[in-house]
């Protein structure tokens, strides 16, 4: 638990702009700024956050909030766990009882395996500098390579013992759980031991975006031609290896002031970089590349520059996925590098400056350097070089921007030696394949949330009062049975059992949520209901069947002889009717509660109405307004539901 006043120095301290901006690159735009929304996939960005307000909204996707909000959805943490989050980003200390295993325990699993493996890191760095074997293998290994204390210790370098199971021993001893230990793939426990995954090898930690711990990957030092040289953790709940970049927390705000991100492809090769000056910089590691790391990516920017390896194979071996990245609107450039040098070796061998002059100088457009690299193979080979225009055809219809298509055509054409107009009928074609496929896509997708969203919306166009079977039923039940006994309760002040009439129960709930219909003839009839029913001779069935508006009568009347009310009522709730008159005190409590529901319902598709017409960012408290007033409704709803049981109307 954290204390009110701490939780407000947290929040007045967390500013939503300088929060937001570890996740997303924002841009001013007026009083606001505006970036590419994290929560869904969009080409123009709509996700704006107000400094002024202190909240963010996005217009695509809804999804809107403070800072704490911002962490909580973004981090997938629970309100005190993005506090703690944000007192640490602001430097506020929060008096906190010592965590013990036990409440470590009632923590979400994620959050746990984020702990163990926090806990790791800090273990193997620990064991890395003080301990004589982490010294004597691990440092001594990062030392002759070159890297600098400070980059050891910026991107938490450690080393773990080579000793069974030394690791796991130490940390079960703080009170980490086998369970976890296993699950983030720290430890490997099979029915007859338990070893460290890790044991013998220097590692390197995987942070995510906020700079948590939430991976490793590890490299054995010893020559043994059995045991793979690198080895990573395990996919898990934390760490999905395709949508991870080694290095992305230590190069997000160099990318986003640099509008570029470079792209390598080991460990060692983004902490070369980072030692030579350049801090844009992130490793795939080992996968190629995945359109989840691209979005990763394109929240900072849309410029990616690759820098590979001399060796041809590795160059074409990662060029097939790039496609993607091009759909994905990125502008990739490629430097290759001289024939035997690597990131790693290539950016130590010179500084910054002329490391920096040196990609410039050879950064090449992907799709002429992928044009270039495939035409030397297909010389004096007809059949080839079709498929390779084919292949850079495709490459470039998936490019979304018009103008960065024909200047790629216009190239191609030339490199190709093949006419413009034959590439844009080519591009053409394949564009209107792709188009169409979309068509279908979106259609479905159409459908479906449709489905899902727009339930009441639809049946208020196919009915203009979508309340009138609750209504009328309740009518009928009013006109037929107001002056039954529903039930009894105990007089607080006299102590005697008092007796509560069907029609002073629906009257009194109905005004007490002030509801009322848009069926005037309805609304008439019940005002006329509330009016006489304490008469000792009202007999509503004559006066209204009597009544002199037609409609009225003719309302009522039907009510009173119809039996189709009871047969889609109370059929419906699987219910065996048995005489109606007995089973009051269920019935009319249940009918109310339904009718409530509906009206929750209804006034939520309102406001989600209201909100989805809003597109002015200006309008942002509005916003914030109306989604407070859904989630108050959210709850009435949860707790009619409950009330209700399954047997809740949904059509
Ligand atoms: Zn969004």
Redesign the pocket.
């Known amino acids: 638990m954290i204390d009110q006043a701490t939780v407000e120095r947290i929040i007045d301290a967390a500013d939503v702009v300088e929060v937001v901006q570890d996740f997303v690159s924002l841009k001013r735009r007026g009083v606001n700024f505006i970036g590419n929304?994290?929560?869904?996939s969009?080409k123009t960005p709509?996700?704006t956050v107000s400094p002024s307000k202190q909240i963010y909204k996005?217009f695509?996707?809804?999804?809107g909030g403070n800072s704490v909000n911002f962490i909580m959805e973004h981090e997938h943490l629970n309100y005190i766990e993005a506090l703690k989050h944000l007192a640490k980003k602001f430097h506020i200390d929060v008096v906190d009882e010592e965590e013990s295993p036990e409440l470590a325990a009632q923590r979400n699993r994620r959050e746990s395996m984020m702990i163990v493996s926090s806990f790791a890191a800090e273990y193997f760095s620990n064991y890395l500098f003080n301990e004589n074997e982490g010294r004597n293998i691990g440092l001594s290994y990062f030392r002759e390579r070159g890297f600098r204390d400070d980059i050891i210790k910026s991107f938490q370098l450690g080393y773990c013992p080579d000793q069974k199971d030394m690791f796991t021993q130490a940390a079960q001893k703080q009170g980490y759980k086998m369970e976890f230990l296993e699950e983030t793939g720290l430890s490997i426990k099979r029915d007859e031991w338990i070893r460290d995954r890790f044991g013998g090898r220097v590692i390197f930690p995987f942070h995510n975006l906020a700079g948590r711990v939430i991976a490793f990957g590890g490299r054995v030092l010893k020559t043994d031609p059995k045991v793979a040289k690198y080895l990573n953790s395990p996919e898990s709940e934390i760490y999905h290896k395709s949508k991870v970049l080694y290095g992305i927390f230590h190069a997000k705000n160099s990318i986003s002031r640099n509008d570029k991100c470079y792209l390598v492809e080991g460990y060692t090769d983004v902490l070369s970089m980072h030692q030579s000056g350049i801090e844009n910089v992130v490793a795939s590691s080992g996968t190629s590349l995945t359109v989840d790391q691209i979005k990763l990516i394109k929240r900072f920017t849309t410029n990616i520059t690759i820098i590979y390896d001399g060796d041809q194979a590795g160059i074409k071996a990662s060029i097939r996925g790039i496609d993607m990245v091009l759909e994905e609107g990125v502008n990739v450039k490629v430097v290759p590098l001289p024939e035997g040098e690597d990131p790693d070796t290539f950016a130590r061998s010179m500084n910054a400056s002329s490391l920096l002059e040196y990609i410039a100088s050879h950064e090449t457009d992907f799709i002429r350097f992928k044009t270039q690299l495939l035409l030397k193979d297909t010389e004096n080979d007809p059949v080839a070089r079709a498929r390779l225009i084919n292949d850079i055809v495709k490459s470039i219809s998936v490019i979304p921007d018009t103008i960065t298509r024909s200047v790629y055509i216009r190239e191609c054409s030339n490199m190709l030696d093949v006419a413009e107009d034959i590439l844009y009928a080519e591009v053409r074609k394949i564009k209107f394949k792709i188009t169409e496929e979309q068509i279908v896509r979106e259609k479905r997708d159409a459908i479906r949330s449709s489905q899902e969203i727009n339930q009441p919306v639809k049946a208020v166009i196919k009915n203009e009062n979508p309340c009138a079977i609750e209504e009328k039923a309740l009518l009928r039940i009013l006109i037929r049975y107001h002056d039954n006994d529903l039930f009894s309760v105990d007089n607080d002040e006299t102590g005697e059992e008092e007796k509560i009439k069907v029609g002073q129960y629906i009257i009194s709930e109905i005004e007490k949520d002030n509801l009322s219909s848009v069926d005037p003839v309805i609304q008439l009839i019940y005002d006329e209901l509330k009016e006489h029913i304490n008469e000792e001779f009202f007999n509503p069935e004559r006066h209204f069947v009597q009544h002199e508006n037609r409609d009225v009568g003719n309302l009522v009347s039907g009510l009173l002889m119809d039996k189709y009310i009871e047969s889609v009522i109370w059929k419906r709730k699987g219910a065996f009717v048995e005489d109606e008159h007995e089973i009051l005190n269920v019935l009319v409590p249940r009918l109310i509660e339904e009718y409530k529901l509906r009206h929750v319902k209804l006034m939520k598709s309102e406001i989600m109405k209201k909100i989805g017409e809003i597109t002015d960012p200006n309008d942002m408290e509005r916003v914030m307004e109306l989604q407070s007033i859904i989630s108050n409704l959210n709850k009435v709803e949860r707790e009619l539901s409950k009330n209700l049981g399954k047997r809740a109307v949904t059509s």
């Open positions: 929304c994290p929560f869904h969009e709509s996700f996005c695509g996707c809804g999804k």
